[in-house]
Structures are given as C-alpha cells and as structure tokens.
C-alpha cells in the first residue's frame, strides 16, 4: 500500500460557517470549498469537512499545538466556537491543554509545549 495523503475528516452543519472559522480563527489555509465538501491545509496536514453535520457535539481526536494556549481558547471564543474545558497544566506531561468545539460541535483540543 502507498498511501498519497492523509485527511481528517469533519462533519459540517454551516459549510460557510465552518470554513470561515477553520481559516479565520486557526489559520488554515483554503485548498477547496463548496457547499458539501471542502479541504483546509497545514503543512502537510488536511482537514477536510463534509457537509451533513447535525450540530451536536462530536470528540474527533483533532489537535493543535499552539505557541500561547490562553490567546488561542479566547480567539475560539471570539470566532464562534467554545472552550470546554482547560486551559490547564498536564501533571507529568510537557504541555498545557484545552478541549474546544468549533462552531459545528466537533471536538478538538489545543495544547502548548511548556517544556
């Protein structure tokens, strides 16, 4: 098998909604868009969102590492989507952590190296 890329997949309510957060507040970049599917790009990374999404909250394992996680949670907030839980220290680990919802209720975390 040779894989060519990999996408994380998330379901979207409001395609326009959610395309504008993605790009917007985290600061993907646009590769394609249309009211059923679109693809947002990091790097190397894909987040594609597929239209259909009902809203409610879904964990999807989706994760950001960020330079200032405080100035992050509040950019969410302004941009639509929420700060569920965190910022806070990981006993242990080298990071503080949040977990958010974007504005179509997927869950995702964001978290600062502070090693």
């Not at 395609?15 to 947002?40: C, H, I, K, T, W």
């Not at 994760?63 to 996680?69: M, N």
């Amino acid at each position: 098998m040779q894989i060519e890329s990999v996408m994380f997949m998330l379901m979207a309510q409001d395609m326009d909604r959610a395309v504008a957060f993605y790009r917007n507040v985290v600061g993907v970049d646009v590769r394609s868009a249309s009211p059923q599917s679109s693809e947002l790009t990091r790097g190397d990374a894909t987040v594609a969102l597929h239209g259909g999404g009902d809203g409610e909250f879904h964990d999807t394992g989706l994760s950001f590492q960020v330079g200032d996680l405080d100035a992050a949670c509040r950019e969410v907030t302004r941009g639509g989507g929420r700060v569920l839980k965190g910022p806070e220290d990981r006993p242990g680990e080298p990071i503080r952590l949040a977990h958010l919802a974007d504005t179509e209720g997927n869950g995702f975390t964001m978290s600062q190296y502070v090693g």
